[in-house]
């Protein structure tokens, strides 16, 4: 295998990194031929870390939109997601402002992240596999966080995606968040939880102004999920070796820390406060699939139905997984390869 020109360092199946070659069209000698590489890609104007992994050429392109922001899955996507690369190739990408992204060029707290520029970089993403894979179209798929900008892609180039997949769909900023709010409080009055409702009652309904609020609701929401839920295999969460060096670490946590503040706000004013999903349109030019855990109270599964429902797409549907809440779990992951088999695979079969 070789390299491009765009600062990806390309590693062979046998581990043994090579030297960079001028650019091509695609990587992609043959269909047959496999692919495991990983490096900085310029992106927009900034260096912006890329991994693709994948037993062969000709398997359709998976490219995942992590949520967070600042959560990068590069660090654990192959104790995750190792099975599905014999079927398609997977690709991570470290968003600006998080993972490897992030430790190349760290913004000063001063320097804003925008949805609408994150959008873009997703799309220049998109627009860079095409030609470096040699694919006229790659499946999209956003959870969380990354189903806000996962939409937000899907409504702006259609063209780029044979379909897009959205686990854990963030629908609206204040329906969401209000949304959380009750159905935590309504669980812990059901329980008798007296401390969980003192301090529910003292940090009030949102909206809000203090940026540590919302994260003392998402303590409280993982609670009651995991009382409801099935725990992911604890392997899942161990970074693998390359990040999880002292200095990746610290870095990947100083990336969280900046883009929660980024997400939030310090007045609550962050870019989650601009989030209406509804209000970009509800026609989608392309198959659109929600994946919702039942007991997820962050992304209420009620709330994305309704958004589902009001949308036209030329196929769509909606799974509600049972035992699975918003973090990912195995009931997650075998609904979204189920989607991806008998609902996203025959749209990739021309």
């Known amino acids: 295998m070789r390299t491009t020109g765009l600062a990806l360092l390309l590693l062979t199946c046998c581990g043994t990194a090579q030297a960079a070659a001028p650019a091509s069209p695609s990587i992609c000698a043959s269909p047959a031929q496999a692919v495991r590489e990983q490096g900085y890609v310029p992106i927009n104007g900034i260096e912006q870390w890329i991994t693709v992994t994948g037993a062969a050429c000709g398997n359709p392109v998976i490219l995942f939109i992590h949520g967070g922001p600042g959560n990068a899955l590069s660090p654990f996507a192959d104790a995750i997601y190792a099975g599905w690369q014999q079927n398609y190739t997977l690709v991570q990408w470290d ?27 997703g799309i220049a993403v998109a627009r860079y596999l095409r030609q470096h894979l040699g694919k006229d179209k790659v499946i999209l798929m956003g959870s969380s966080w990354g189903s806000i900008l996962g939409v ?179 009931a997650v992951l075998d609904a979204q390869w189920t989607v991806l088999r008998d609902k996203v695979a025959p749209l990739t079969d021309h």
């Open 152 to 330: 937000h892609m899907a409504k702006a180039r259609p063209d780029l995606f044979h379909a897009y997949i959205g686990t854990a769909q963030v629908v609206n900023a204040r329906d969401n968040e209000a949304g959380m709010y009750r159905q935590v409080l309504a669980l812990a009055q059901a329980a008798g939880d007296t401390p969980t409702l003192d301090k529910l009652a003292a940090l009030g309904p949102p909206p809000w102004t203090d940026p540590r609020n919302f994260g003392i609701l998402r303590r409280f929401d993982r609670k009651y999920e995991g009382l409801a839920t099935d725990a992911p295999p604890k392997h899942w969460w161990q970074p693998a070796p390359f990040y999880a060096t002292p200095q990746a670490l610290a870095d990947a946590e100083a990336a969280d820390d900046y883009s929660y503040i980024q997400f939030i706000g310090m007045r609550g004013d962050g870019m989650f406060s601009g989030v209406n999903l509804p209000a970009l349109g509800t026609r989608f030019d392309l198959p659109v699939f929600f994946i919702m855990g039942e007991a997820d109270l962050l992304t209420s599964p009620a709330i994305a139905r309704t958004y589902f429902d009001s949308i036209t797409a030329p196929v769509k549907s909606f799974t509600l997984v049972k035992r699975a809440g918003h973090d990912p779990n195995q």
């Open 95 to 121: 968003q600006r402002g998080a993972g490897m992204t992030y430790a190349k060029q760290r913004p000063t707290d001063d320097v804003p992240l925008t949805v609408e520029q994150m959008r873009d970089d």
